[in-house]
């Protein structure tokens, strides 16, 4: 009797510490739930909402249907915005991706641990920085008339460079700057991934006659494939959002020529008071990131090796 009546209890003190286990998970849970609720979930429903009405905050929303679609559809300014994006997306991450896994290579072939630390922290700086003040001051190096970069460049007898009154230059000027400011990161998940890869492969390979270019082919870019697919993905999601340095450094000028998708997103919610306008482009803008980001899982089946 005493043995039943103890299990009675002990199984009562289980169910009690089960149950002040779900309410401390709650109460730590809380938080993030409200906030991811209240600053992710909510806004994007009352922006997938918002895309069918005209409502420049003053007036009450109107019903229009599929007439803000329809308008950015028909609009050069939208077309000539995305296009921007998507080329400047193509260029950017391609040199970001290139500059950040050659410098890890470097990094990680033969250097000593505290200069590995050392590039890390020196290549991860630009990131932690404000990129409108980044913005602000490469606006100052790179100026026609007094900037550092076309005095460097008139020592060695090159003429001053329009970087912010040509269509070329002011596109190249972005594309420099953000890849300075963002490279950082991928070549943090480019240094994880190599130091993954067995010194052994390396070493079985050496004996086989593979020269370092051979091997860095046929042995680092296949090992390292995962960490190609993330970084890959994560930059393109990134720079398909790009607003801060064009705005900053340009306005979207000259023209249209550094106008991207995010500035027309904006100019439209807070300039022309078009929320609804605004709206359907950053559901556009969306699918086209789902898009491109699926894309990328489906070919990464072909090109992606898991060890």
Do not use: C
């Amino acid at each position: 009797m005493s043995e039943a009546i103890e299990l009675d209890q002990a199984e009562q003190d289980t169910r009690r510490r089960r149950k002040q286990s779900r309410w401390f998970a709650t109460l730590f849970l809380a938080p993030t739930v409200i906030g991811i609720g209240l600053f992710t979930v909510i806004p994007i429903i009352a922006s997938f909402v918002l895309a069918f009405f005209e409502w420049d905050i003053i007036s009450n929303p109107k019903f229009v249907g599929l007439a803000n679609f329809t308008d950015i559809a028909t609009d050069p300014t939208v077309r000539v915005s995305f296009l921007n994006t998507i080329l400047f997306v193509i260029a950017a991450v391609t040199l970001q991706l290139a500059v950040a896994l050659g410098l890890a290579v470097l990094v990680q072939s033969k250097m000593p641990n505290f200069m590995r630390s050392f590039f890390r922290s020196v290549f991860f700086f630009p990131l932690i920085l404000s990129a409108a003040s980044v913005s602000i001051m490469m606006s100052y190096l790179f100026n026609q008339n007094f900037g550092l970069v076309n005095h460097f460049l008139g020592k060695v007898g090159i003429p001053a460079v329009p970087w912010l009154n040509s269509e070329t230059g002011a596109i190249v000027m972005i594309v420099l700057v953000y890849v300075w400011q963002n490279f950082g990161f991928s070549f943090l998940l480019f240094l994880g991934g190599l130091a993954s890869v067995p010194k052994e492969v390396y070493e079985a390979s050496s004996m086989d006659g593979a020269s370092g270019w051979r091997q860095f082919w046929r042995i680092t870019l296949p090992l390292i494939s995962p960490t190609m697919l993330v970084a890959s993905v994560m930059a393109i999601i990134a720079a398909l959002q790009i607003f801060d340095q064009p705005y900053v450094i340009t306005r979207g000028g000259p023209g249209d020529a550094t106008r991207t998708a995010v500035m027309v997103i904006y100019e439209s919610a807070f300039q022309q008071l078009r929320f609804g306008r605004a709206s359907a482009i950053g559901i556009v803008l969306t699918v086209l990131i789902m898009l491109v980001t699926a894309l990328q899982f489906r070919l990464s089946r072909r090109f992606v090796f898991y060890s």
